[in-house]
């Protein structure tokens, strides 16, 4: 027999493992609960951003034409709105890459608090335009928001969570105008709406400076301490792609660099992007975003002239399909599993069924048709979104997810350029026009993802590799 004393140096390294162990697993949940904390807060971001906004953007063509603007005046102020977020989308994305996105999330909310706080003030056209100048600008909330989320958790989770972020943002679209329309009614009701939008900005800005940043620093260095003394078990057990507290120090001290230094970063940064073999992610995005905008563009005038349907029960169909696209958000988690975590496919499917939905809402025969096209087309619409995000931080990595998202973004607002002039054009050869044209965009967009299947399923394979 072995004595008890030339056991005890082996008892006791088994129970320094153990201890080692389970601190490590304590370290490791402590980590994700900070993470959960900080997701917890970004979905209450996103809710109060859309639900502020909301609130102000239905009532500021009346509100404009009761200062005396045009039809043209008003559409060209709409339009400048449209162009600085093309342009700024971008550069406010590479930019929370380089200074951090606490200060980049910060800088934003409370600029665009000024831009409505200004809005409430416009007594003249002149100072209308002027206050859309900010938001116009720094109105990037959530596109940040989003590119911090993308830090916080695992690309496995990151559908999920985007999901969830995109279903409370849109509970704010849908609450917003019922709560503006009833402010609207009382006297000077646009300049307290106005006032109070400015106010729930100034709260969300209160609410990401309270956010526990500093307890994330301390979870990322556990983590990175976990990932240092055992690769395997801090997969396992942390699978969070948290950045690690010198890059953020770094960043963090960027913020107070010279803006020439900056700007050469931010477009160095832009270029790399530009040379990145992500153009058929983009293009993608663009058809798509066309398609659906082009399928709304004349939906209560096509609904009025097709079957004779008021105004009024196309609002009603609209909201009731934005209420579906918060409960599409809710069931990404169940969706993405079913599919084995596969982005790509999900997105070929929602693409693919978003396709047939339009076509059947264009063939539609009675307003059945058109409330089932619609019922699915939320879901379908939803789920695209959510997907094509998480391929670009795929394909693209989240080193610069900032700007990977700022450039989506910039792509769509291209779309909210080209879809009204289609939509236009296409409406005078006949109501379903515009549909029509999103069928034919939507299956190119299509026959895109298929030409270029090997490259999204291998780069997919490859991120599983390295988890």
Same mark, same amino acid.
């Given at each position: 027999?072995? &004595?008890?004393?030339?056991? %005890? /140096?082996?008892?006791?390294?088994? +129970?320094?493992?153990?201890?080692?162990?389970?601190?490590?697993g304590?370290?490791?949940?402590?980590?994700?609960?900070?993470?959960?904390?900080?997701?917890?807060?970004?979905?209450?971001?996103?809710?109060?951003?859309?639900?502020?906004?909301? +609130?102000?953007?239905?009532? +500021?063509?009346?509100?404009?034409?009761s200062?005396?603007?045009? =039809?043209?005046?008003?559409?060209?102020?709409g339009?400048?709105?449209?162009?600085?977020?093309?342009?700024?989308?971008?550069?406010?994305?590479?930019?929370?890459?380089?200074?951090?996105?606490?200060?980049?999330?910060?800088?934003?909310?409370?600029?665009?608090?000024?831009?409505?706080?200004?809005?409430?003030?416009?007594?003249?056209?002149?100072?209308?335009?002027?206050? %859309?100048?900010?938001?116009?600008?720094?109105?990037?909330? !959530?596109?940040i928001?989003?590119?911090?989320?993308?830090?916080?958790?695992?690309?496995?989770?990151?559908? !999920?969570?985007?999901?969830?972020?995109?279903?409370?943002?849109?509970?704010?679209?849908?609450?917003?105008?019922?709560?503006?329309?009833?402010?609207?009614?009382?006297?000077?009701?646009?300049?307290?709406?106005?006032?109070?939008?400015?106010?729930?900005?100034?709260?969300?800005?209160?609410?990401?400076? +309270?956010?526990?940043?500093?307890?994330?620093?301390?979870?990322? %260095?556990?983590?990175?301490?976990?990932?240092?003394?055992?690769?395997?078990?801090?997969?396992?057990?942390?699978?969070?792609?948290?950045?690690?507290?010198?890059?953020?120090?770094?960043?963090?001290?960027?913020?107070?660099?010279?803006?020439?230094?900056?700007?050469a970063?931010?477009?160095?940064?832009?270029?790399?992007?530009?040379?990145?073999?992500?153009?058929?992610?983009?293009?993608?995005?663009? !058809?798509?975003?066309?398609?659906?905008?082009?399928?709304?563009?004349?939906?209560?005038?096509?609904?009025?002239?097709?079957?004779?349907?008021?105004?009024?029960?196309?609002?009603?169909?609209?909201?009731?399909?934005?209420?579906?696209?918060?409960?599409?958000?809710?069931?990404?988690? &169940?969706?993405?599993?079913?599919?084995? =975590?596969?982005?790509?496919r999900?997105?070929?499917?929602?693409?693919?069924?978003?396709?047939?939905?339009i076509?059947?809402?264009?063939?539609?025969?009675?307003?059945?048709?058109?409330?089932?096209?619609?019922?699915? !087309?939320?879901?379908?619409?939803?789920?695209?979104?959510?997907?094509?995000?998480?391929?670009?931080?795929?394909?693209?990595g989240?080193?610069?997810?900032?700007?990977?998202?700022?450039?989506?973004?910039?792509?769509?607002?291209?779309?909210? #350029? #080209?879809? /009204?002039?289609?939509?236009?054009?296409?409406?005078?050869?006949?109501?379903?026009?515009?549909?029509s044209?999103?069928?034919?965009?939507?299956?190119?967009?299509?026959?895109?993802m298929?030409?270029?299947?090997?490259?999204?399923?291998? =780069?997919?394979?490859?991120?599983?590799?390295?988890?």
């Open positions: 027999a072995v &004595p008890r004393a030339l056991r %005890r /140096p082996g008892a006791a390294a088994r +129970m320094e493992e153990e201890e080692d162990e389970d601190s490590g304590r370290r490791a949940a402590g980590s994700s609960a900070v993470s959960a904390r900080f997701v917890r807060c970004l979905y209450a971001v996103g809710f109060l951003d859309l639900f502020g906004v909301s +609130m102000v953007v239905p009532l +500021m063509n009346l509100h404009i034409k200062l005396g603007a045009s =039809h043209t005046v008003a559409g060209i102020i339009s400048l709105y449209g162009v600085m977020q093309l342009f700024s989308s971008t550069f406010v994305g590479c930019w929370s890459d380089i200074v951090g996105r606490r200060y980049s999330l910060l800088a934003c909310i409370l600029l665009s608090a000024l831009g409505y706080f200004l809005l409430g003030t416009s007594t003249t056209v002149f100072l209308f335009a002027i206050s %859309r100048v900010p938001v116009g600008i720094f109105k990037h909330t !959530l596109s928001s989003k590119a911090l989320l993308s830090d916080l958790v695992s690309e496995r989770d990151r559908p !999920l969570v985007m999901g969830r972020f995109n279903a409370a943002s849109s509970v704010g679209f849908i609450l917003g105008p019922v709560v503006g329309g009833y402010l609207a009614e009382l006297e000077g009701g646009f300049y307290q709406t106005s006032f109070i939008c400015a106010s729930i900005f100034l709260l969300n800005g209160g609410l990401v400076w +309270m956010l526990p940043w500093s307890e994330e620093n301390t979870g990322n %260095r556990e983590h990175n301490q976990d990932k240092g003394a055992n690769s395997f078990s801090a997969k396992s057990n942390h699978d969070l792609h948290l950045k690690s507290a010198t890059s953020r120090a770094v960043a963090n001290s960027s913020f107070f660099q010279s803006p020439w230094i900056q700007v970063t931010v477009l160095k940064k832009i270029k790399g992007i530009a040379c990145s073999d992500l153009w058929d992610v983009f293009l993608v995005r663009f !058809l798509m975003s066309v398609a659906i905008l082009l399928y709304y563009s004349n939906f209560t005038l096509a609904l009025e002239e097709r079957f004779g349907v008021k105004p009024l029960f196309a609002g009603y169909l609209i909201s009731y399909s934005s209420a579906l696209g918060v409960l599409a958000g809710c069931l990404l988690g &169940p969706i993405t599993r079913l599919y084995g =975590h596969n982005t790509y999900l997105l070929l499917h929602s693409s693919t069924f978003t396709c047939v939905l076509l059947l809402y264009v063939s539609a025969l009675s307003m059945w048709m058109v409330i089932l096209s619609s019922t699915f !087309l939320a879901f379908s619409t939803t789920i695209g979104r959510t997907c094509i995000i998480d391929l670009e931080l795929t394909v693209g989240n080193e610069a997810s900032g700007t990977l998202l700022g450039v989506g973004q910039s792509v769509t607002s291209v779309g909210r #350029i #080209i879809a /009204p002039l289609l939509s236009g054009i296409a409406q005078e050869f006949s109501p379903c026009g515009p549909p044209l999103a069928v034919g965009l939507a299956l190119v967009a299509i026959v895109i298929n030409a270029n299947k090997q490259k999204y399923c291998s =780069h997919r394979s490859v991120n599983l590799k390295n988890r």
